[in-house]
T-cell receptor, first 109, second 114 residues
Framework: GQSLEQPSEVTAVEGAIVQINCTYQ??????LSWYQQHDGGAPTFLSY????GLEETGRFSSFLSRSDSYGYLLLQELQMKDSASYFC??????????FGKGTMLLVSP | EAGVTQFPSHSVIEKGQTVTLRCDPI?????LYWYRRVMGKEIKFLLH????????ESGMPNNRFLAERTGGTYSTLKVQPAELEDSGVYFC????????????FGSGTQLSVL
């Protein structure tokens, strides 16, 4: 089976940098995705890593190390609107994503 | 372009009753997925349609859950009879083809079974 571990909660202040880690166990790994969900809203896709290294998209970056079964999401220049839940998800097999339990990010002024 | 829409947004029912959730995927998206999140836990896969066919229903909890996608457009998920442990947020997602990364999610249906 698959399992993912990520912290349940992270707090930070506006303007800071925060890193949300994700470790996974899976067979037939294809890639690691990150999704953001604001309270009561739809999870929205942020990034995807299939190869080792860092992918940057604006203030958000995502990193993957396949050999360590580890990835992280890096959020820079934090804003209040970044307060949300962040989910890592692994893809293995045909096309099914397996999600972690989510990390609630609280950004304070 | 309209996103994935789900109806109702909230449903409160009593144990033993029946509830039907509906999902309208993005137009043209052949792949439709149902997921569920119980409070504090992971977003858990339930099943995957490709057009009207069930590609993978390995995540369906038991035979009280029935999903359909007649005509390959919208989908329904029926829970009959509902139990307390069925409470949670039911998400629908779609994608144009089989994807290993990006799904388009709806805002979910919050189901409360009392």
């Amino acid at each position: 089976g698959q399992s993912l571990e990520q912290p349940s909660e992270v707090t930070a202040v506006e303007g800071a940098i925060v890193q949300i880690n994700c470790t996974y166990q899976t067979s037939g790994f294809y890639g690691l995705s990150w999704y953001q969900q604001h309270d009561g809203g739809a999870p929205t896709f942020l990034s995807y890593n299939a190869l080792d290294g860092l992918e940057e998209t604006g203030r958000f970056s995502s990193f993957l190390s396949r050999s360590d079964s580890y990835g992280y999401l890096l959020l820079q220049e934090l804003q209040m609107k970044d307060s949300a839940s962040y989910f890592c998800a692994v893809t293995s097999g045909y096309s099914t994503l397996t999600f972690g339990k989510g990390t609630m990010l609280l950004v304070s002024p | 372009e309209a996103g994935v829409t789900q109806f109702p947004s909230h449903s409160v029912i009593e144990k033993g009753q029946t509830v039907t959730l509906r999902c309208d995927p993005i137009s043209g998206h052949d792949n439709l997925y149902w997921y569920r999140r119980v409070m504090g836990k992971e977003i858990k896969f339930l099943l995957h349609f490709v057009k009207e066919s069930k590609q993978d229903e390995s995540g369906m909890p038991n035979n009280r859950f029935l999903a359909e996608r007649t005509g390959g457009t919208y989908s329904t998920l029926k829970v009959q009879p509902a139990e307390l442990e069925d409470s949670g947020v039911y998400f629908c997602a779609s994608s144009p083809g089989p994807t290993r990364k990006k799904l388009f999610f709806g805002s979910g249906t919050q189901l409360s079974v009392l």
